[in-house]
Each structure stands twice: as C-alpha cells, then as structure tokens.
C-alpha cells in the first residue's frame, strides 16, 4: 500500500509569493494531520481534520496559512503571502479513527523562503 | 494541557554500546496513548511503537526495548547493541482518548543519537 504522499519535496520560492503544499492520505484513513517541523519550535500540529472537516486550527500561525480537505483523499495547505520565517519542512500525516492509532507521516515537503 | 519532554538533546555513542532515550510525559487524562518515532537523516518520521496507558507491560523488539512506568510518567526507549544504522533523531509522542482530541501527537523536542563506528 503506498503511503502519504506529499508534493512538492522541495519548494524554494520567493518573499510574497503563495505556496501550496499537498498531500494524499492513506486510504480508509479517517484523520489528516498537518505539522511544520523547525529547529526552533520542533513538531508542532497546525491543523487537522476528520472525515474531511477541520477539527482544531488553533496552530496555524496566521491568517496567512489555510487549510483545505475537499475530499477523502485530498488535501491542501497553502501560504499567501509567504514570508522567510515561513522556512520549515511541513508534514502531512494520516491515521485511522480508533483511538491511539499510530500517525503515517508522509516525506515532508521543505519550504525555503527567500 | 498535555506535554512531552525529552531532556537528552543529544547522545554520542560508540557502536555496540547500549544506550538509552529518556522521556517524560505530562497529562490529565487517565487514557493516553504513547508513541517512539525515528527520523533519520533522510528526513521522514517512521512509527516505531505505542503503547496506551493500561498497559504497563514492557516490549522488546529484537535490540529495542521499551519501559513504561506509570509512576514516574517516564516511557523510556533502550537500543541495545547499538549499531551506525541507528543514528537519527528520535521523538517521543503523546495523545489523549480524551476532549475529543482526535489522535493528535504532542510531540517531545527529540533527542539526536549519533552512533560512532
């Protein structure tokens, strides 16, 4: 079974530009999970969502990042504007609805802003 | 509000040498889940176990081993024989049953290994 799958692996863009990262779950997974891994602030959760509906937006910085789930196998995050502290590697993750069950993350997908 | 520490930032040893990956854990639920992942240098997060909070029952899985203990709110993480292959970061990683909180992790700040040859 393949498993998350993230886009792009590397996106280098410029200050002010929008990015949009995406991400395909595992399927039959009900939960999707995106992080931003940085050397200052480590693992912390943005967003996630369940069966599709956003659930806790509390760790999106700003209004510059949104969210989106449009269907069972698709999700965005986007930026706009992106601004150089936006630099980290953003992680999507799956998992299945029991509770405990383990997160699948995907490769992760490294934003450099200049 | 719940809360992973992981006081090792980072930990050198040699090849062969056991060593072992402290963690510390905060939460108010009676229910929780515990979790060990490894990030290598290549960058993904690969799960390595979990463990829920009724099951103090300590695993072993061929050189890794886990102890869980209640009492001190630790889950602790021991690669025995270690070997190069096992340098990575590795995170500890919490989730509560509990205020609908889905299986969302809280992770720990992670603990650099670097095994020397």
């Known amino acids: 079974d393949a498993g998350v799958i993230q886009s792009p692996r590397h996106e280098v863009t410029e200050m002010g530009q929008e990015v949009t990262l995406r991400c395909k779950p595992i399927?039959?997974?009900?939960?999707l999970f995106w992080y931003r891994q940085t050397m200052m602030r480590g693992l912390e959760l943005l967003i996630y969502?369940?069966?599709?509906?956003?659930?806790?937006d509390s760790g999106m910085p700003e209004d510059r990042f949104s969210a989106k789930m449009p269907n069972a196998s698709f999700s965005t995050l986007k930026i706009q504007p992106s601004e150089p502290r936006d630099s980290a590697v953003y992680f999507c993750?799956?998992?299945?609805?029991?509770?405990?069950?383990?997160?699948?993350f995907g490769n992760g997908t490294r934003l450099t802003v200049t | 509000a719940q809360k992973v520490t992981q006081a090792q930032t980072e930990i050198s040893v040699v090849e062969k040498e056991d060593v072992t990956l402290d963690c510390v854990y905060e939460?108010?639920?009676?229910?929780?889940?515990l979790f060990w992942y490894k990030q290598p240098p290549s960058g993904e997060l690969v799960f390595l176990i979990r463990?829920?909070?009724?099951?103090?029952q300590n695993e072993i899985s061929g050189r890794y081993s886990w102890n869980f203990q209640k009492s001190t709110s630790s889950f602790n993480f021991t690669i025995t024989a270690s070997q190069v292959v096992d340098s990575a970061v590795y995170f500890c990683?919490?989730?509560?049953?509990?205020?609908?909180?889905?299986?969302?992790?809280?992770f720990g700040g992670g603990t650099r290994l670097m095994v020397k040859p």
């Open positions: 990683a919490l989730s509560e049953a509990g205020n609908n909180a889905g299986n969302m992790l809280t």
């Open positions: 993750a799956s998992s299945l609805g029991q509770a405990g069950s383990p997160l699948h």
């Open positions: 463990r829920n909070s009724f099951d103090e």
């Open positions: 939460t108010r639920d009676t229910t929780y889940y």
């Open positions: 969502f369940n069966n599709n509906v956003p659930i806790d």
């Open positions: 399927s039959g997974h009900d939960y």
